[in-house]
């Protein structure tokens, strides 16, 4: 079965602090990989996606890194903010007719 | 350019009732997934179309159905509510069709159904 997992489920931390958020998944056979920012109540936002041929992508003080052979990939933002505080969840999209499958999501508080 | 839309954005039923969602995806994409939030709990796959067909649907009963349009609009109907279908309806359009498999998915703001 194709899952997603996303460690820890919450995390707290002083602002200014780098942070690595963590996604894992079963077969490594995938198309590409999605990182979402969602507030409480609200859609998703898009963040980063990585294809399967790519090793990372960066957008501002995101860096999102692909591990297909171990099946991960991490979220690091840099100099974390208040405004950075969200649930951040991971999406993984397998071949065939298989839609984007979701973590759980990790809860970022970031403290001022 | 627009974003995904979705409306309308609350919807309070009774239970019995139906409902009826809808999602118009950013122009040019022509798959569209919905995918359900209840409280507390990840996101579960509901139903994906593409093209005016439907190609997939998640582990629901059959009272949850929808259909998209020649526009690449789509509804999502739920017939028989129940208190247990509260929760927020997200919709997502991609160009994702079997052709053209590597692009981002883009989200709407959702539909948060309460039913009484």
């Known amino acids: 079965k194709q899952e997603v997992t996303q460690i820890p489920a919450a995390l707290s931390v002083p602002e200014g602090e780098n942070l690595v958020l963590n996604c894992s998944f079963t077969?490594?056979?995938?198309?590409?990989l999605q990182w979402f920012r969602q507030d409480p109540g609200k859609g998703l936002t898009s963040l980063l996606l990585?294809?399967?041929?790519?090793r990372e992508q960066t957008s501002g003080r995101l860096n999102a890194s692909l591990d297909k052979s171990s099946g991960r990939s991490t979220l690091y933002i840099a100099a974390s903010q208040p405004g950075d505080s969200a649930t951040y969840l991971c999406?993984?999209?397998?071949?065939?007719?298989?839609?984007?499958?979701f973590g759980k999501g990790t809860r970022l508080s970031v403290i001022a | 350019e627009a974003g995904v839309t979705q409306s309308p954005t609350h919807l309070i039923k009774t239970r019995g009732q139906q409902a009826t969602l809808r999602c118009s995806p950013i122009?040019?994409?022509?798959?569209v997934y919905w995918y359900q939030q209840a409280l507390g709990l990840g996101l579960q796959f509901l139903l994906w179309?593409?093209?005016?067909?439907?190609?997939n649907r998640g582990n629901f009963p059959p009272r949850f159905s929808g259909r998209q349009f020649p526009n690449y609009s789509s509804e999502l109907n739920v017939n028989a509510l129940e208190l247990e279908d509260s929760a927020l309806y997200l919709c997502?359009?991609?160009?994702?069709?079997?052709?053209?498999?590597?692009?981002?998915?883009?989200f709407g703001q959702g539909t948060r159904l309460t039913v009484v």
């Open positions: 999406a993984v999209n397998w071949a065939g007719n298989t839609p984007l499958v």
């Open positions: 077969d490594s056979a995938i198309y590409n």
């Open positions: 990585i294809q399967s041929s790519q």
């Open positions: 122009s040019g994409h022509t798959s």
């Open positions: 179309y593409d093209e005016g067909e439907e190609r």
């Open positions: 997502a359009g991609t160009s994702q069709g079997g052709r053209i498999i590597n692009t981002e998915a883009f």
